[in-house]
């Protein structure tokens, strides 16, 4: 079966641009979606399909893909957009749900 | 709008079996453009999604949990549930249910939105 692999840990200056990387094969076939956890709260999605945004999330937030990585970006990181984000995908090989590693984004 | 809620005993003995629920409001859980999720997350760690069952009782599940995972619905309660036996300290888990979304048009996606607020499970004698 297929993982997916994401930087445990990103930072980025207030206001300033950043972008969290998932890689994995199944990235080929399928989009990622992404999600923000913040402390003691449920995973939300902020991105699915090509770049959906849910009604709610900020269109800071961003999603691409290229080849096996996708990215989640944020233009103008805010002070609550410190979170753990998660990508998820499905496993080409197997047709099953993978979540990435998570990464943990502090914004300075 | 559509909810999510998880229920059960926040505590489970050894070797026993761990029982939780799922009801869902707000929406019906027949809806033919859906599946239903279970996602755990342990202490500490990232997610890992536990299996999935569409209204008509179909199911996908992880296969490192398969053997010891059980999912079902209840269309007439709007609800599915989750059984995993054989527990151990390593399902020592917070539990979440979530609506599992798909959209196939050229690159498929799969997603799960929304959440239930979660529910901890421990895992002790």
């Known amino acids: 079966s297929s993982e997916l692999t994401q930087d445990p840990a990103v930072s980025v200056a207030l206001g300033q641009t950043v972008r969290i990387t998932c890689q994995g094969d199944?990235?080929?076939?399928?989009?990622a979606s992404w999600y923000q956890q913040k402390p003691g709260q449920a995973p939300a999605v902020v991105i699915y399909g090509k770049n959906n945004r849910p009604s709610g999330i900020p269109d800071r937030f961003s999603g691409s893909s290229s080849g096996n990585t996708a990215s989640l970006t944020i233009t103008g990181a805010q002070a609550e957009d410190e979170a753990d984000y998660y990508c998820n995908s499905r496993d080409s090989s197997d047709n099953h749900v993978i979540f990435g590693g998570g990464t943990k984004l502090t914004v300075l | 709008q559509l909810q999510l809620q998880e229920s059960g005993p926040g505590l489970v003995k050894p070797s026993e079996t761990l029982s939780l629920t799922c009801i869902v409001s707000?929406?019906?859980?027949?809806?033919?453009?859906?599946?239903w999720g279970w996602i755990r997350q342990p202490p500490g760690k990232g997610l890992e999604w536990i299996g999935s069952i569409y209204y008509s009782g179909s199911t996908n599940y992880n296969p490192s949990l398969k053997s010891r995972v059980t999912i079902s619905v209840d269309t007439s309660k709007n609800q599915f549930s989750l059984k995993v036996s054989s527990v151990t300290a390593a399902d020592t888990a917070v539990y979440y249910c979530a609506r599992h979304c798909a959209e196939i048009i050229v690159v498929p996606s799969h997603w799960f939105d929304p959440w239930g607020h979660g529910t901890r499970v421990t895992v002790s004698s």
């Open positions: 707000g929406g019906s859980i027949s809806s033919s453009s859906y599946y």
């Open positions: 199944s990235l080929r076939n399928y989009y």
